[in-house]
């Protein structure tokens, strides 16, 4: 094997999840199979609405007349734009990886590789995994763009094997000149826990908002079986005009559907090969830098006044360290936050679809409080994940916490209460928006609130216990736990299980209320009896489940990794 | 706190990591008095470091008892853990936090009073000379803050038991010389300390008492004071080299 064949199958080696790297075969197999279901599923849900987007589309007529070709080069144009976008934020994020944060390159660095082994290994190994990305997102758009529009042949899949070539190159061209400013932004905001939080609310009011214009369309959808009526002439001007500048994106959408073949070749294989020369240029220049350790980005240290030590219970104390360690770490505080402050918005969303869904298919049905109750547990069961990995985020902290006189209970219950404090903000923003908004009572909201909160805490003494038993702990260089694991996978699970469990449950009851035959069995149980019944039958099946052995197990955690 | 009471009483320990492995401890016995300042050693993989596992709760030992102060680690955990203080050989811990953070966290867990805490904290910083620095994050410490702020963290409390695992490595020669001789007079005020360590030179400079376990076993406990008359053919470290012949790590 050559230097560069060696530093490049390292490189694969350790990006590879830990349970496709051991060679034991005592892999998780449960998670990676439960991840390629969920992938699965979301890639046929995401060609099942595109598809019928594309078919909308590409009716949409302006003044009465049909224009299908135009029509097939805006969508064009839009989609393989947010492709472009897509693919320079992934490359900006393998660059910065590749060349800051692998620390790897540390201990390679001092070994007997000439620079550029080293170079060209991390640069080969960025534009392979580019390309992995982007023939994952490109393969699905354009096949069901393809196939809807009725136009594939075979200059259409091999101009789609050209893309999925080619896009990487211009897109690493352009990342290579943002991952400098990046990386330094990122540091910036990364020391401040002030700016972290900023950087967090921007970032999912930017997703709620495009949640919601997607939603909107789904809602529309739903409701009149068309949204050709959200296709007005003022928005398709604007369509129109951000289709014909979309650069490059229209040169690929002219490549794709065989319009100005020629021009569009020379443009994109001339600005791919000057961007991606000018960027190589670039990074090697950073690299260069990064390895003669020439670039530093700390701020100047400031004299800092010495606070006043605060005394706390150790249960408050506890309780601190739990939100210093997650706050002053921003993947955990994207993970924490994120799902928590978008779930309002998508249980808004989604109940108002489930009403027009339930509306159409059962007429006019008291299932408005079923129907809540089933999102709000479903999206409280996404958002109550985190706790799935109270004791593995901790690591070696674990055992010396446990050389502390803390009771388990204590250290527990402090990492029980962190998690619980954004599910019951969550729950109940979710609760106030459904009454508000009237999918239910306000009286059915504050039931759904007892409801979910219940399952809330079952969830989190069960994910709590499970990580106490089997913990996961991260070996990455950071420490940070970056990918699902099994207990992650057996909580989403056993959650959705039960959210879905109850939510049948609760809408055969609300049919059943109204309507005679076999579902009047259901219609005689009290609703309370399913939507806090069973929740709270959980809990208390948790509860045991979480004390009885506790102290044993808390002593037999052992973090070393 | 009854004065006449053992700091440590260790029974018949042993550590078996799982039912097929050999033994990591193996039937150890070891008490240790107030005032004296005791030396584990042994070569990498000797069974030093799960002994003081065993001895701080991270691990739960296989057979045997543990009595710390005169509390029994397994029957009153909390009770014996509020007695001693512990330095791991990992210091990677509580990055996240600034140093007086840390600090008053460890006050929290011992609930040490406000008053006594800031009087401490200003006596250790004097000692390991963190300063101003005691107000950074730890993550911005170099490996020997480090290793300073956790030995500040196990003391805040004034433990009669200070156990601590491979404390002078990463530490400068001068702050090693201040807490060698910070241990000395710690001790000399009625503490005892335990600590596992390489340097020879340092156990047989700074120790009542030397323990040699190798293959999880005790080999030797002897009074280092007596020594050169028991042994005058040797020194200490040749005597080490003698008992643990066969090496290390197997």
């Known amino acids: ?561 | 706190m009854d004065n006449n009471i053992d700091a440590l009483v260790i029974n018949h320990l042993s550590k078996q990591y799982n039912s097929h492995a050999k033994k990591a401890v193996d039937d150890l016995n070891l008490t240790c008095k107030r005032g004296q300042i005791v030396g584990l050693l042994g070569h990498n993989g000797a069974g030093k470091s799960t002994t003081l596992k065993c001895l701080t709760g991270i691990l739960p030992y296989t057979e045997g008892e543990v009595v710390i102060n005169g509390y029994d680690l397994h029957a009153e955990p909390v009770k014996a853990k509020h007695t001693f203080g512990f330095v791991s050989d990992r210091h990677d811990v509580f990055v996240k936090m600034t140093g007086d953070q840390y600090l008053a966290f460890m006050a929290d867990a011992y609930g040490v009073t406000k008053k006594e805490r800031l009087d401490k904290v200003e006596e250790l910083n004097a000692l390991f000379g963190l300063g101003d620095r005691i107000h950074d994050p730890i993550s911005d410490y170099s490996h020997g803050m480090r290793q300073k702020i956790c030995m500040m963290g196990s003391l805040v409390h004034q433990p009669l038991l200070w156990i601590l695992d491979e404390p002078m490595i990463g530490l400068d020669p001068a702050t090693a010389a201040k807490v060698s001789d910070y241990m000395l007079s710690y001790a000399k005020a009625g503490n005892c300390i335990l600590f596992s360590s390489h340097n020879i030179n340092s156990v047989q400079r700074i120790c009542d008492r030397a323990v040699i376990i190798h293959h999880g076993i005790k080999t030797d406990d002897f009074v280092l004071s007596s020594f050169a008359e028991e042994h005058p053919e040797e020194d200490l470290e040749s005597y080490f080299l003698s008992r643990t012949r066969d090496g290390g790590a197997q």
Request: net charge positive; proline share 3%.
């Open chain 1, 1 to 561: 094997m050559t230097r560069v064949g060696l530093l490049l199958s390292e490189q694969i080696r350790s990006a590879l999840p830990p349970s496709l790297r051991k060679k034991s075969g005592k892999s998780n197999l449960f998670g990676t199979l439960l991840t390629l279901v969920l992938v699965a599923g979301i890639l046929a849900v995401f060609v099942l609405l595109f598809g019928r987007f594309v078919g909308t589309y590409l009716g949409v007529r302006i003044n009465r007349i049909p224009d299908v070709a135009s029509r097939q080069f805006e969508l064009m144009s839009m989609a393989y734009f947010a492709l472009f976008v897509v693919c320079v934020a992934v490359g900006v994020s393998g660059f910065c990886h590749s060349l800051f944060e692998d620390s790897n390159l540390t201990i390679i660095i001092t070994m007997p590789f000439s620079g550029t082994a080293i170079f060209v290994a991390h640069l080969i190994w960025v534009y392979l995994r580019q390309l992995i990305i982007t023939a994952f997102f490109v393969l699905p758009v354009n096949f069901t763009f393809l196939a809807t529009a009725g136009i594939v042949n075979a200059y259409n899949v091999l101009m789609t094997l050209v893309v999925c070539l080619v896009l990487p190159f211009l897109s690493l061209g352009v990342a290579s000149i943002l991952v400098l400013p990046y990386y330094a932004i990122k540091r910036r905001i990364a020391t401040s826990a002030v700016a972290t939080a900023l950087c967090i609310v921007v970032v999912m009011g930017a997703f709620g908002y495009l949640y919601s214009r997607v939603f909107e369309v789904v809602c529309a959808l739903l409701d009149t079986g068309k949204i050709t009526s959200l296709f007005n002439q003022t928005t398709m001007n604007g369509i129109i005009a951000f289709a014909s500048h979309a650069y490059p994106a229209n040169f690929f959408a002219n490549l794709m559907l065989g319009r100005d073949v020629a021009l569009s070749v020379g443009v994109i294989l001339g600005a791919s090969a000057v961007l991606f020369g000018v960027g190589t240029l670039l990074v090697r220049l950073i690299f260069n830098k990064v390895v003669n350790a020439d670039l530093v980005f700390a701020k100047p240290r400031k004299h800092r006044v010495a606070r006043a030590i605060k005394a706390r219970t150790p249960f408050e104390s506890l309780l601190h360290k739990e939100f210093s360690m997650v706050l002053r770490n921003s993947d955990y505080t994207y993970m924490y936050f994120a799902t928590a402050l978008v779930m309002p918005l998508m249980v808004y969303y989604t109940s108002r679809m489930g009403s027009i869904l339930t509306a159409s298919l059962l007429g006019k049905m008291p299932v408005g409080f079923a129907v809540c109750t089933f999102v709000t547990m479903l999206y409280g069961t996404l958002t109550n994940t985190f706790c799935s990995t109270n004791i593995s985020r901790d690591g070696y902290m674990a055992l010396t916490v446990k050389t502390l006189p803390f009771r388990p209970e204590t250290v527990l219950g402090a990492k029980m209460v962190f998690c619980f404090v954004v599910s019951i903000l969550s729950i109940l923003a979710s609760c106030v928006l459904t009454a508000a908004f009237g999918f239910q009572t306000w009286g059915e909201a504050i039931m759904s609130f007892v409801a979910c909160l219940l399952l809330a805490v079952a969830q989190i003494l069960f994910a709590t216990k499970l990580d106490l038993k089997y913990p996961h702990f991260s070996n990455t260089p950071d420490g940070n736990i970056k990918e699902a694991n099994s207990t992650v996978s057996v909580v989403i699970l056993v959650g959705l299980i039960a959210s879905f469990a109850i939510g049948a449950l609760l809408l055969l009851q609300a049919v059943g209320s109204t309507q005679g035959q076999l579902l009047t069995v259901f219609g005689k149980i009290p609703r309370a009896a399913i939507a806090v019944g069973i929740p709270a039958l959980l809990m208390g099946l948790s509860s045991t489940y979480f004390f009885v052995g506790l102290n044993k197990r808390y002593a037999a955690l052992n973090a070393e990794v």
